[in-house]
């Protein structure tokens, strides 16, 4: 195993449509190894996902994994550490909350970015069979967060208002206490 280099924005693999893979791909020992090495670059880098595209990887397979329990974003529940090919979200219910967002890909800042908060995800499991996933809250975020670098898009294209775009030691001192 071994931890990749997390590329950043303005790598153009970070703007590519990541491609389809297929359950025979699956049977190929090397990936595996990139699944490996993507946790291994996730725990390393301190974060709760990583996209393929962000270790410059045009396909579409992302890991997340959110510890749970109290954060500045509420009490949350876990999603243990899970691996998703071809990941489809549907929209269950549009109403919308905001979060202050990072990246990996985009590292020292925070944007504040609304996005629907129950979600399904229809994709394929590390065993190549169909799985889904229905999120609410924060971890829709997540998942709409991650799934986008699989569509060439990252959180900082649906910031509404630019004021809402931060360096994230600035924000740790300024933000209110709660
Ligand atoms: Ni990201």
């Known amino acids: 195993m071994s931890i990749h280099p997390i590329v950043k924005m303005g790598h153009p693999t970070l703007r590519k449509v990541a491609s389809p893979v297929t359950p025979s791909d699956l049977d190929h020992p090397e990936m595996h190894t990139l699944i490996a090495d993507m946790v291994e670059t996730l725990h390393d880098a301190g974060g709760i996902g990583l ?29 243990p550490l899970t691996v998703f090919f071809n990941p489809v979200l549907t ?5 919308e909350a905001g979060y202050w967002e990072g990246c990996l890909s985009v590292p020292g800042l925070r944007g504040f970015v609304h996005r629907p908060q129950h979600v399904l995800v229809d994709y394929m499991d590390i065993t ?6 229905e999120l609410k809250g924060f971890l829709a975020t997540v998942v ?4 986008d670098h699989l569509a060439g898009k990252l959180y900082v294209d649906h910031i509404r208002d630019m004021t809402q775009l931060v360096f994230e030691d600035e924000w740790l001192a300024h933000q209110p206490k709660q």
Do not use: C, M, N, T
């Open 91 to 95: 929209v269950l219910d549009p109403a």
């Open 51 to 79: 996209a393929a595209p962000q270790i410059d990887r045009p396909i579409q397979l992302a890991i997340i994994e959110v510890p749970g329990g109290p954060s500045r974003y509420g009490d949350i529940e876990p999603i």
């Open 144 to 147: 709409q967060h991650e799934f």
């Open 128 to 133: 190549g069979k169909p799985a889904a996933l």
